[in-house]
Structures are given as C-alpha cells and as structure tokens.
C-alpha cells in the first residue's frame, strides 16, 4: 500500500518568514494530493490540493509544488502569520481500487511574532 | 452544500461504560464515510471507513465497531471502553475526486 512520509515533524519560523514542508509517497499510481491544517482542537481544514497532472498550484500565500519522478511534493507558506501556527498534513490518493487518503504523520509549525 | 456533523464535542466515560459517536452528512448521497483517531500529538489513524449503506471496512483490530444505518450516517460504537480508547475522534466524508471533509470532532477521555 501507499506510504507517506513528512518532515519536518516541527518548524519554527519568524512572522513574515517562509515555511516549507515536504512529503514523499512510495506508490506511483498515486495522482491526487491535498494538503490539510488542524488548529488545536479542531478537525482538518484542506487548504490546497494538486494532482498528478499539474506540477504547481498557488492559492494567495501557500503553494504546492509535486515532482512525479521523485514522488515528493511540498507545500510552501510565504510571508508567515501567527494565525499560520497549526499541525499541517500532507495525504496521498492512489486511484481505482483504494478507498482513503494515507497521511502523513504531520508538521507542528510554530510562527514566532 | 455539504455539512458534516459530528456530536457530541467533548465526552467523558468511565472505563467499562459503553460508547456511541454520531456523525451525519448533508448535501450529498453516497459519500464514503470515515473514522479516524487521533491521540494527543499524533497522526490520524483510520479506523474504519465505508462505501455504502451497511458496508464497513475495518483498519485496525481493536475495541471499537463502526455502523452505517443510513446513506449519510455513519456510528461509532464501543460496548465496554478502555483507557486506551480516550482521544480525539474525527468523522470524515468523501466523494470521488476530491479530499475528505472533516467533521469538527469529539475529544473522549476515558476515566
């Protein structure tokens, strides 16, 4: 079955700095790839998707960015927020015959003002 | 459009006692419908999911069944809780070709 891996498992950045957080998966049939954020004590939100046919996807000041070949994809936040503090978790899908996203295990990001 | 509910928010249950988290979904038919938990300051570990009315699929052996009496409602049960079973509990739902929706979810602490 799928496999995702996330790094970091925490991040620290200062207000107005960039984050990135970066996930590789093992199955190459994957093809849909979203990005979730979880405040404390909330459920996920899904912030920003991409699938296996688009290389780059922006929304405002948080990208995505996959590359096939290595099976990784990343998610970018620039000019951070203190509201941008969140556990944030990458997933991936693999197509006909699977059911559920797998998970990463999540990056805890800290925005020091 | 769609909502998810998921109810009740908190909950706190002696050991032994018995368990039922409700979630619904409106605005759609046929959803996939998931269980996840998620003990403190960790991943989301699924539980159970299913495709369809009476249809559940088991991830993990364990204390806990899921039912789904009805196209948008999905039970998660237990008969007799354990210690291990306190966490934050997440219902999600899904349709083919896009991400899952979370509910808000119920934090149980098992006394």
């Known amino acids: 079955g799928e496999n995702v891996e996330q790094h970091p498992s925490t991040l620290s950045v200062q207000e107005g700095d960039s984050a990135v957080i970066k996930c590789t998966y093992s199955d190459s049939a994957s093809n849909y790839f979203p990005w979730y954020k979880q405040e404390l004590g909330k459920g996920p939100q899904l912030i920003i998707d991409?699938?296996?046919?688009?290389g780059e996807k922006k929304d405002q000041r948080i990208a995505v960015t996959l590359n096939k070949t290595a099976k990784h994809f990343s998610l970018h936040i620039t000019e951070t927020q203190p509201e941008d503090s969140a556990v944030y978790f990458c997933?991936?899908?693999?197509?006909?015959?699977?059911?559920?996203?797998?998970f990463g295990k999540g990056t805890k990001l800290s925005v020091i003002p | 459009s769609q909502t998810i509910h998921q109810w009740p928010a908190t909950l706190v249950q002696p050991v032994g006692s018995p368990l039922s988290l409700e979630c619904t979904v409106e605005g759609t038919s046929n959803p996939n419908l998931y269980w996840y938990r998620q003990a403190a300051g960790r991943g989301l570990q699924l539980l159970f999911y299913s495709v369809g009315i009476g249809q559940i699929s088991s991830e993990v052996p364990q204390n806990l069944s899921a039912s789904r009496p009805q196209d948008r409602q999905f039970i998660l049960s237990s008969k007799k809780l354990l210690l291990s079973d306190s966490g934050f509990y997440l219902c999600?739902?899904?349709?083919?070709?896009?991400?899952?929706?979370f509910g808000s979810g119920t934090r149980l602490t098992v006394v």
């Open positions: 999600a739902w899904r349709l083919r070709g896009v991400g899952y929706t």
């Open positions: 991409i699938r296996s046919n688009v």
């Open positions: 997933a991936a899908y693999s197509g006909a015959g699977s059911y559920q996203l797998t």
